[in-house]
């Protein structure tokens, strides 16, 4: 088994609860899963054209409205999937990973709280 490289323990999102505004695009995407070094986002090459870095917003709707704005963000992995949900949608789809750069402190402590929820709320 292959082992996670990642450093930062993860919060799979399994609906639209968390999406991520990507400001040079002003598209949505919704968040595959969350940490406190970054994010996944899917979304269709066909409709959007992400660069390698980015500044996004991240909404929560489903915790509060919860809104972090500003977040900048550099890619690490862009990767093809062909599943969407559980059923094959046809087109392309892909799963961006995106490292955040650098958290001011109000906005680590704002993350720092959405993650905590996150947690809690798949744990029930």
């Not at 695009?25 to 919704?30: G, L, N, P, V």
């Not at 660069?51 to 093809?80: G, H, M, N, Q």
Request: hydrophobic share 35%.
């Amino acid at each position: 088994m292959e082992q996670d490289r990642r450093s930062d323990r993860r919060c799979n999102i399994d609906s639209d609860e968390i999406q991520v505004s990507v400001l040079s695009s002003r598209k949505i995407h919704f968040v595959k899963d969350i940490s406190k070094g970054g994010l996944a986002i899917e979304y269709s090459p066909a409709e959007d054209k992400l660069a390698e870095s980015e500044w996004v917003d991240i909404i929560a709707v489903d915790f509060d409205r919860f809104y972090l704005p500003k977040i900048a963000c550099k890619t690490v992995y862009d990767i093809a999937t062909l599943m969407h949900g559980r059923s094959f949608t046809g087109g392309e789809m892909r799963i961006r990973g995106l490292k955040f750069v650098e958290l001011a402190k109000e906005q680590d402590e704002k993350l720092d709280d959405l993650l905590r929820r996150c947690f809690e709320r798949s744990e029930k």
